[in-house]
């Protein structure tokens, strides 16, 4: 069997993701905003014989690169050493940006690189009453032109074919302009090659960082002996080609089309409108909200009673000792913690995946770009700032679009103060505990008070990108061109699968290290030296000689607790969070969410439950019952409970997100400024909170 | 007569045709656009407080957004006129 590895390549919104899914089974996302596709994709499909290995490239307007995502795409197609580097190129083209496509097309094979074309959206093309003429566009592309319709699977079987056919002999369209001959033969030189295309392309980039420094200081010194204006390359480029493919096109495509009032112009007189359209976007943002916060609810009561029941059979069924408290306290109360959030999470992924599906997100782009621009942000910014609602890793990733680094680094700096999907159950949690269960113009005053706390993290990062704005130099011209796509059904598949992926990512990756720490925790806290701990029966009994049975054991659990290892590590932080209202159970709590912020409330349940001899409880009457040792009131009072939320607000507490920000910003400086300003921003911001209210 | 105008001075709703451009230093995205001379596009909205335009070029479903600074040295002769 042999191998052959493949490259997709195309214009945003041609369906290239949807093709993608078709071709290789692998699940991931495909959608109508720039840049749903960051992240490299990789599958493989097997046919006649062959095993074709598959990359699905950023989607891109043209071989110069703008954004870090087309240079990702740059640097696959250049570099013949890269690991994908691919021996053919799909070009994905769209009817309605034909020529647009074309040009994409050439470049491709005028840097050496076999490739066919696909036609993508052609269902979509043929009822608008386009036709082409594919033995022209054959003849004109030198290659076999594919016509598909990825969301029906049509035209799927012949591109398969398509892939195994010879390739035909290409002649270069785009004949290097007089003036810069001689820098193109110096170049080729230099490199030792003899495509001219080549050696233009890298005369016309910023840099070529994967060719060694000899080339590349190479390369720069004959930019600067013929005084090469890189830009000027590009636009010269970009004009002799479109120039040559409108001569070309004379006759290739039949537009019977008329300029009516189509289904996306009157959607867009209402979702762009200077008022309405704002009307629509925020009330959308309410819905989601309290759709969150409603809907989830009994599904939580379901999951909270089974993991409650599950716990007790568990216990009744295992032995007594230590392995029936680990797998009880530890790992089920552990496991409930995190899977009781499911329903949260996917409805909120359902609304976002909607809205990535359909298009509206450009819309959202477009109507919010005015309004981000004073706080040094782009409107592209609203796409991680939104998604930063679901999760800050895919949300910080997702800024790679943003062409502007200082817009850039702006929005990966401020985004992880958006409410994330983390932060849910905290509040939710607390919420539920300190704000009293009323009506409040029509909606739940809880559903409010959460509306509130994501609006809180919206100034936050508003406020952060502001200051950072003052205090950031930049040389780059900030701009936004965005293609707004035409609205689409969106297809159930896609949004189900992404939801599904995006949940079991959470879910997993969550789930391991919410695992680990509730096993770690439950050993911190079952263990212990000193005389208190080990001893704690009987001096118990010896102090309280009072006490009998239930009440008995508790308090011997408490003590114990208190003096095991956990204890101690909670009592030596007590000095530092007294003054915001927490005790030292509540201090285990914030240790272990410094890993990840999503582990308190199930280290809670862990530490109560360990402190209490009663099995049966949910975590939220656990909390609700607690009893701050410190103030003799409930550790989850008013006050306690705003310098919580306040804390968990503001303050950086995901490895994971820290990771992923010093990857994507390439410089520890910025990772450990975020670190430090959200942190300490948290503390006083709970500190002044508990204050102001005890 | 030519009038050199740029695109933001259309209405809403208005059609002009693109002629040239008010600067060499206009991102490529815009040519890769196809934003280009002898373009015909009309004018599908303006987010008032100077907010982005919103251009759809002849033929084409998908729109383009863009800032007005972007939009400003786009020049085009009016056809609506």
């Known amino acids: ?69 087309e240079e990702a795409v740059y640097a696959v197609l250049i570099d013949e050493t890269h690991p994908n580097h691919p021996e053919m190129v799909v070009v994905i083209g769209d009817p ?33 009453g386009l036709v082409i003429d594919t033995d022209k566009l054959e003849k004109l592309l030198s290659t076999k032109v594919v016509l598909t319709d990825a969301r029906s699977g049509k035209g799927i079987e012949e591109l398969k074919v398509a892939l195994a ?18 820098a193109v033969a110096e170049a080729k030189t230099l490199l030792e090659m003899d495509n001219n295309y080549r050696a233009w392309l890298y005369l016309s980039q910023k840099h070529s960082n994967h060719l060694s420094a000899v080339y590349s200081n190479g390369i720069e010194e004959i930019k600067n002996t013929h005084q090469i204006n890189r830009h000027s390359l590009q636009i010269r480029e ?48 309410l819905l989601i909200f309290q759709a969150i916060y409603t809907w989830s609810g009994p599904f939580m009561d379901g999951i909270e009673n089974g993991f409650a029941w599950l716990a007790t059979s568990a216990g009744e069924l295992l032995p007594d000792g230590p392995i029936n408290g680990l797998i009880t306290d530890g790992i089920i109360t552990g ?29 959202v782009v477009y109507l919010m770009d005015r309004w981000l621009r004073p706080f040094g942000l782009s409107g592209k910014s609203a796409v991680p700032l939104m998604s930063g609602a679901a999760c800050a890793i895919p949300a910080v990733m997702s800024a790679r679009t943003i062409e502007n680094d200082k817009e850039r680094l702006i929005t990966i700096l401020v985004t992880p103060f958006m409410t994330c999907s983390a932060r849910l159950p905290i509040y939710i949690i607390i919420i539920g505990l300190i704000i009293p269960e009323s009506q409040f113009l029509g909606f739940e005053l809880q559903g409010w008070v959460l509306f509130g706390m994501y609006v809180l993290g919206l100034l936050a990062a508003l406020g952060s990108a502001w200051l950072l704005k003052l205090l950031m130099k930049t040389n780059y011209k900030s701009f936004l061109i965005m293609e707004m796509p035409t609205y689409k059904y969106p297809v159930v598949r896609n949004v189900l699968l992404n939801v ?28 212990g030296i000193g005389e208190r701990f080990t001893n704690a029966e009987e001096i118990v009994r010896m102090e309280n000689p009072a006490l009998h049975g239930k009440d008995f054991e508790n308090e011997v659990q408490s003590q114990r607790l208190e003096y095991s290892f956990l204890g101690v590590m909670g009592r030596s932080i007590e000095p530092l969070i007294e003054p915001l209202g927490y005790d030292w159970k509540m201090g285990i709590g914030l240790i272990a969410s410094f890993a990840a912020r999503e582990v308190f409330v199930s280290t809670m349940a862990i530490v109560y439950s360990l402190g209490d001899s009663d099995d049966e409880l949910t ?59 959200m942190t300490g921003f948290a503390y006083f911001a709970a500190l002044l909170a508990y204050q102001l209210l005890k | 007569m030519v009038q050199h105008k740029s695109i ?3 209405k809403q709703g208005e059609t002009g045709t693109i002629i040239g451009y008010g600067s060499d230093s206009i991102p490529i995205k815009v040519y890769e656009m196809g934003l280009l001379p002898g373009v015909v596009l009309t004018m599908k909205r303006l987010l008032p407080f100077n907010g982005p335009v919103c251009v759809r070029i002849k033929d084409n479903p998908n729109a383009i957004a863009l800032r007005r600074s972007e939009a400003d040295l786009i020049l085009i002769e009016s056809l609506s006129i």
């Open chain 1, 96 to 128: 309605f940006n034909l020529k647009r496509s074309v040009l994409f097309y050439q470049q491709i094979r005028e840097m050496g690189l076999p490739a066919i074309f696909v036609v993508n959206m052609i269902d979509e093309a043929e009822r608008a």
């Open chain 1, 335 to 363: 496991i409930g913690g995190i899977v009781i959030f499911i329903p949260q999470i996917a409805i909120l992924f359902i609304f976002i995946s909607l809205m990535e599906e359909s298009g509206y997100m450009s819309r």
């Open chain 2, 8 to 10: 933001t001075s259309l």
């Open chain 1, 500 to 527: 599904w992926d995006k949940t079991m990512g959470f879910v997993l990756g969550a789930g391991k290290i919410i695992l680990a720490i509730s096993i770690i925790l439950w050993v911190l806290g079952s263990f």
């Open chain 1, 165 to 182: 056919a010879k390739h035909m002999h290409y002649e270069p369209i785009f004949q290097v302009p007089e003036e810069y001959g001689e």
């Open chain 1, 238 to 285: 970009t004009m002799d080609r479109y120039a040559a493919i409108d001569m070309a096109f004379n006759g290739l495509m039949k537009d019977s089309s008329k300029e009516q009032a189509s289904f996306t112009d009157k959607l867009d007189r209402f979702l762009t409108h200077p008022f309405w359209g704002y009307v629509t976007f925020f009330t959308l943002l």
């Open chain 1, 1 to 69: 069997m042999t191998e052959m590895k493949i490259a997709l390549v195309g214009n945003p919104n041609v369906g290239k993701s949807t093709l993608f899914n078709r071709l290789t089974g692998l699940r991931q996302k495909a959608g109508n905003y720039p840049g749903v596709t960051v992240e490299k994709k990789t599958g493989s499909f097997t046919f006649k014989h062959t095993k074709y290995q598959l990359t699905d490239l950023p989607g891109a307007y043209g071989i110069h690169p703008s954004s870090l995502d």
């Open chain 1, 619 to 677: 975590i939220r009457s656990r909390m609700a019952g607690e009893i701050n040792q410190n103030i003799g009131r409930p550790a989850y009072n008013f006050a306690s409970g705003i310098s919580l939320l306040l804390f968990y607000a503001f303050a950086m507490q995901c490895m994971s997100t820290i990771a992923i920000v010093r990857k994507e910003t390439n410089s520890w400086k910025w990772t450990f400024i975020q670190l430090a300003f």
